[in-house]
């Protein structure tokens, strides 16, 4: 069986930082791109970053990428969010998620796997 499970979420105030962290098992996903999506309460689903299969290239979304930084270790089969200067617009729900490929540029229909979420609160 396969999983994505997320964890690290929490309540920050603004300015301060989260990692989150994302722990595939039942596959390797050394293979795949790994992404990291967000939904706030009452909107959609978005991207937020992406990595590809080895980590050579990154993809963030326009407001997170001075603040955020993705990574992986495929060791691990694990992949991380690193979040600093947290803003209240941050908090949403976060999602991780596989892609069928390798690229970080993939659109989100094509992640196949995804995780249950990590809620992530930044207070003002």
């Known amino acids: 069986q396969v999983r994505l499970v997320e964890s690290g979420g929490g309540l920050v105030q603004a300015g301060g930082s989260l990692r989150l962290s994302c722990a595939a098992s039942g596959r390797s996903f050394s293979g795949s791109a790994m992404g990291w999506f967000r939904q706030a309460l009452g909107k959609e689903r978005e991207f937020v970053a992406a990595i590809s299969w080895n980590g050579d290239n990154t993809n963030y979304q326009d407001s997170v990428k001075t603040r955020f930084t993705i990574s992986r270790d495929n060791a691990k089969n694990s992949v991380y969010l690193q979040m600093n200067t947290l803003k209240p617009e941050d908090t949403a729900v976060y999602y991780c998620?596989?892609?069928?490929?390798?690229?970080?540029?993939?659109?989100?229909?094509?992640?196949?796997?995804w995780g249950q979420g990590t809620q992530v609160t930044v207070s003002s």
């Open positions: 998620a596989a892609s069928q490929y390798g690229s970080a540029w993939r659109p989100q229909s094509d992640y196949v796997y």
